[in-house]
């Protein structure tokens, strides 16, 4: 059983994990139209008609949102490898509770980082940009969140191991059988 949920948390946090790199380096974070073209914007570039811009303002809110994936991909990778390496060695307590903290951390790093791009985009895009809309790499960010926060108490509740299994005593005289 023990391991059953730590490996469902496990691989929840390996799908969380391809979901925020695939969410935090693609361009299409946001779709709208600029002079009357299909515009693609994503957190290092933005597309207009098929031809893609790095971001040339260097502007608060993409480099908080940036800085705040990138931790967020990272603490991910950190908890996917504690969870791993648990069931190389045997289920350890501690590496697997460690693990689903590192997914908590992602989780709530990415819903920071998305929040923010959230803001802004509602705030700023929304009234610039009549035409405009979240596009499917933002989406697979929020997943990614979901998924990471969902397998953060799955590793984290495992707190049973063979290790700390009291021992039955024996009574003297008597048999293991």
């Not at 929840?12 to 925020?20: E, N």
Request: with cysteine; aromatic share 12%.
């Amino acid at each position: 059983m023990l391991y059953t949920l730590a490996g469902g948390g496990t691989l929840c946090g390996v799908a969380a994990l391809v979901l925020l790199i695939v969410s935090t380096a693609t361009d299409y974070w946001m779709q709208y139209r600029y002079s009357g073209n299909l515009a693609n914007q994503g957190l290092w570039r933005f597309c207009i008609n098929h031809k893609c811009h790095a971001h040339t303002l260097t502007v608060a809110f993409w480099d908080a949102t940036r800085a705040f994936m990138l931790l967020s991909v990272l603490s991910c990778f950190a908890g996917v490898v504690l969870g791993l390496s648990a069931f190389a060695n045997g289920t350890k307590n501690r590496r697997v509770r460690t693990g689903g903290i590192a997914l908590l951390l992602s989780g709530f790093l990415a819903l920071l980082a998305l929040a923010i791009y959230t803001g802004v985009t509602v705030n700023f895009f929304g009234k610039r940009y009549i035409d405009w809309r979240f596009s499917w790499s933002y989406i697979l960010g929020w997943i990614g969140i979901i998924l990471a926060l969902a397998a953060a108490p799955i590793c984290a509740s495992n707190t049973q191991t063979s290790e700390h299994t009291p021992a039955i005593p024996v009574a003297p005289g008597s048999t293991d059988c």
